[in-house]
């Protein structure tokens, strides 16, 4: 049961999650899914889930496998899973996103000293030349002068854009639980029991889990 729930759970986060990042590939995806499945199982082996999720049920005196108890059952265990497999995605995808994006200002910034380093030159060879003597020569290195001027400005104007994109964890953040909580909850709600009766059809009722418990092996 923790098995299933853990892949479809990682399956529909991590997809979810790298789309609202705005910075979607499939291999920032697939990473993604293996660490929030990962965190998925660890979660469930670390907290008693059928237990925690049995005793709210039975405290609220709800039926086992009925709407309500189903309804409870999916909200707990969502509460605990979704906000850390939807932080942990958002942190890889930013980290991600964030370090392709300076990666493109450090190569930038690498062409902008070198004209930069080009234009000081220009400027000192002009400074040497005799204008009234030489005015073809004036003119070409003028014109290289705004030339480098130009693709200085261009380049710094890129710079910015690339420090303007870079993407803010904590809007990243709060996003995708916006998008992710909804929707997981909804998810859980959905498979939860189809995956419980699949289980019980196969292998018979689960030995000490309720039947309206959340994903865990244990």
Not at 102 to 117: F, M, P, S, T, V
Not at 154 to 182: D, F, H, R, V
Request: glycine share 8%; charged share 15%.
């Amino acid at each position: 049961m923790g098995l299933l729930m853990g892949v479809t759970l990682s399956f529909v986060m991590s997809l979810v999650g790298t789309l609202t990042s705005g910075h979607f590939s499939v291999g920032s995806w697939l990473i993604s899914f293996l660490i929030s499945f990962v965190i998925s199982i660890v979660i469930s082996l670390i907290i008693p889930m059928p237990k925690l999720e049995a005793a709210a049920c039975a405290k609220m005196k709800l039926k086992p496998d009925s709407f309500p108890a189903n309804a409870l059952s999916a909200l707990i265990s969502n509460t605990i899973y979704t906000p850390i497999m939807s932080i942990v995605m958002v942190l890889i995808m930013v980290g991600s996103a964030g370090a392709g994006i300076q990666n493109g200002i450090n190569a930038l910034d690498k062409q902008i000293e070198a004209a930069a380093a080009e234009l000081s030159s220009v400027q000192a060879e002009l400074s040497q030349t005799d204008t009234a003597a030489d005015p073809q020569k004036t003119g070409e290195l003028n014109a290289r002068i705004g030339e480098l001027n130009g693709k200085i400005a261009e380049m710094n104007g890129q710079k910015s854009g690339m420090e303007a994109a870079k993407p803010q964890i904590g809007t990243s953040i709060l996003i995708s639980l916006l998008w992710c909580y909804p929707i997981g909850y909804v998810v859980i709600l959905i498979v939860q029991p189809i995956y419980i009766k699949m289980l019980m059809k196969k292998f018979g009722p689960p030995q000490g889990v309720p039947r309206n418990g959340p994903p865990s092996d244990r």
